[in-house]
């Protein structure tokens, strides 16, 4: 991947004066279960700059899944305002907010959300098919995206055909596929075995490289630290945000696993 920028840019080169490109204002979030109130956002704020790659992260409970819901239009606040690109969107419509996410944001999940008796290119097809692509269309730009992270020769297997690296990589690409401006990545390597996890993260730096926003979800402190951001939430709230000075190289990492183990690509 090449020698990191350094820590006054960001991955994409650009400087702190980055514009923003997402940000929550005095989020809140609160389910009625039954007679208990449960509180999982207490009054979040957060900016995220155009081209930087940021980790939410807390332990189980703390309410960053939540955020991430929230900031990825899957869910919305109980209080409190969510921009996008400049754009008000907590209070659109569910098909105007189905079109912001289906033009702006790629997701990425643990558990890698595909369809089982559907092939790699087909699946990375399906936000195309929302978004009213032509067929040529969607599979030449599905193809390009597999192609994009290692797959182009696992266009027509299965899901049960693929590793759990390369599940997740055909997840990515279809995140990559509508050609979004930021990918919200919720433990994407929590289901993997170590140099798998380094190959999709380093993939995700290398995006990142190329200027998309990510946001990383995770309880981990070595998976943050790939990040150059890392936000920490507790019980609903930010309780810190730090610059990370050394940056871990996830392509660093999978190659001197591979060495050590002899291994291949994930």
């Known amino acids: 991947m090449g020698d990191m920028p350094e820590m006054g840019e960001g991955v ?18 609160c389910y009625h279960l039954g007679e208990v109130d449960v509180h999982a956002l207490r009054g979040v704020d957060l900016s995220i700059c155009d081209g930087r790659m940021l980790s939410l992260m807390g332990p189980s409970g703390s309410g960053k899944s939540t955020l991430m819901h929230i900031i990825g239009l899957l869910d919305r606040p109980t209080e409190g305002s969510v921009i996008v690109e400049g754009e008000e969107v907590s209070r659109m419509s569910p098909n105007e907010l189905a079109a912001v996410r289906n033009h702006r944001i790629g997701f990425v999940f ?19 098919v929302y978004a009213g692509v032509s067929g040529s269309e969607r599979a ?8 994009r992270v ?8 299965l899901p049960n055909q693929l590793s759990g690296g390369e599940q997740q990589r055909v997840a990515i690409a279809r995140a990559l596929v509508t050609e979004p401006s930021i990918v919200l990545a919720d433990e994407p390597t929590g289901n993997l075995d170590s140099i798998s996890g380094h190959e999709v993260m ?7 490289i190329h200027g998309i926003t990510v946001v990383l979800v995770t309880h981990d402190d070595s998976v943050a630290r790939h990040a150059e951001r890392i936000v920490r939430i507790r019980d609903g709230l930010v309780v810190g945000d730090e ?21 291949g690509r994930a």
Request: proline residues 1%.
């Open 110 to 128: 643990q558990s890698f959300n595909l369809l089982a008796r559907t092939s790699a290119l087909a699946n990375v097809e399906l936000p195309l």
């Open 243 to 263: 610059r990370v000075t050394e940056r871990i190289s996830a392509a660093d990492q999978r190659d001197a696993v591979a060495e050590e183990t002899g291994g």
């Open 150 to 157: 290692g797959l182009g020769d696992r266009l027509g297997h």
């Open 12 to 29: 994409s080169g650009r400087r702190d004066d980055a514009r923003v490109i997402l940000e929550a204002r005095g989020v809140t979030k």
């Open 140 to 147: 030449r730009r599905a193809r390009e995206a597999l192609e």
């Open 202 to 208: 380093a993939i995700l730096q290398e995006l990142n």
